[in-house]
């Protein structure tokens, strides 16, 4: 016989209680894990995308200056800056809606936390029937 089948429902319910803290626990800890590494690259991406828009936005500065005192010999200072602030705040714009972009494409939702989750409930009903 099947020991088991000898234990009381005491000692079942006991059992699954045991089993649901110990799952639960497991759980929390792969979503702390899941969580975790996406924020890291999130964080990765994020520093690159600052750098690169530090760096970018120093080199422009200096272009600018240059094509703004071109054009001022042939259109005046003051329409010369206009016209090309206009071009950089719509490269800008373009630049920035990447970047959202692709922030975006990064799932914060601990995916395999909550198949397992799924997976536990079923679980847990199981033993109870």
Known sequence: MDH???RSLG???G????NTSQLVRNEVELAKTEL???AKQVGRDVAIL???GSIA???FLAILAGIIALLATQIGIWLSA???GLIVAIIGGVLVNQGVNALKQHNLAPRQTIATLKEDVEWAK???H
């Open 11 to 13: 000692e079942l319910f």
């Open 126 to 128: 199981q033993q109870t």
């Open 4 to 6: 088991r089948e000898d």
């Open 36 to 38: 975790t590494e996406e």
């Open 57 to 59: 936005y120093a080199g």
């Open 82 to 84: 206009l016209i090309v």
């Open 15 to 18: 059992d699954l209680a045991q």
């Open 50 to 52: 600052a750098a690169g």
